[in-house]
């Protein structure tokens, strides 16, 4: 039986591929989160996104403390097994009135995961809406495996080579709508996109990538933090847990990970 969620949201999600809203911590503790994150961006004049990589779940006791937490990793066990690891997290962030916008893609696509079981947690650090840019979803997607992306190569995308899907109907979409402290879950293969921020304040969401324990790596070994359970495979080394926030030993591993994880897309790309 399901620890955090009903049996209700078991079945909706496995029906749907999206999971939302679910209360992770008091709106006033997300608040608290970004304003961390805004004195952290103040402190060394660059934004999160431009220097937060692939491990940012280590990097921050906050965050650690997010990627353990107990209704977000009970949320995730309920819906995949108790043996789990984080693998990667981001923070997706959406400056006032900025052109920028998310395509419309598949998680599974770029991980390089055998199984393509992914399940990501989308937390919002302020209130997400449809004006300042939430993520949509296409409720049902995931049904059929991950489908081939194009690179558009759009200045405005935030992702690198602007991935994307084609032929998407969006008419089928919904708006995936967050209070402080609330958290979305969606499959690895359910298309999502978001549009540009129209409002006068930042959209701040922190993204956290679970994976089973019986989930490979195809593009070579890896590593990520086991949150619940056992290895009983051994298929991922195992990141060391940090001492203090923001430890230099993790600012190291962040970005020698996703070092790695650029090379490694770029020689698939060839």
């Known amino acids: 039986m399901p620890t955090i969620l009903t049996d209700a949201q078991v079945r909706s999600f496995h029906e749907t591929g999206i999971l939302t809203p679910v ?9 608290d989160c970004r304003q961390r994150l805004e004195a952290f961006e103040t402190e060394t004049g660059q934004p999160a996104v431009d220097s937060i990589h692939i491990k940012g ?5 906050w965050t650690f403390a997010l990627a353990r937490h107990p209704r977000i990793v009970g949320a995730i066990a309920d819906l995949a097994g108790p043996d789990l690891f984080i693998m990667a997290s981001r923070f997706w962030i959406k400056e006032p009135q900025d052109r ?5 893609h598949q998680d599974a696509a770029y991980f390089g995961l055998k199984p393509q079981s992914i399940l990501t947690v989308w937390l919002a650090l302020n209130e997400v ?11 049902g997607s995931h049904r059929d495996g991950v489908r081939e992306h194009v690179e558009t190569r759009n200045q ?5 080579r602007g991935q994307a899907l084609t032929d998407v109907d969006e008419r089928q979409a919904i708006d995936v709508v967050l209070k402080p402290g609330e958290f979305s879950i969606h499959h690895g293969h359910v298309f999502h996109s978001s549009e540009p921020n129209t409002s006068d304040d930042r ?3 922190f993204a956290m990538m679970f994976i089973p324990a019986h989930v490979e790596s195809t593009i070579g070994r890896r590593s990520a933090t086991l949150v619940s359970g056992e290895d009983r495979y051994q298929y991922w080394d195992h990141d060391p847990w940090p001492t203090c926030d923001r430890d230099p030993v993790i600012w190291d591993l962040m970005h020698r990970a ?10 698939d790309a060839i």
């Not at 809406?129 to 409720?139: E, L, Q």
């Open 156 to 160: 405005d995308n935030l992702f690198s």
């Open 203 to 205: 959209r701040i969401g």
């Open 57 to 61: 779940h280590l990097y921050f006791d």
């Open 100 to 104: 920028k916008f998310v395509s419309w």
């Open 129 to 139: 809406t449809r004006d300042n840019g939430c993520m949509r979803v296409i409720p």
């Open 23 to 31: 209360r992770a911590i008091p709106q006033a503790e997300a608040v």
């Open 258 to 267: 996703n070092q790695h994880y650029r090379e490694q897309r770029k020689q």
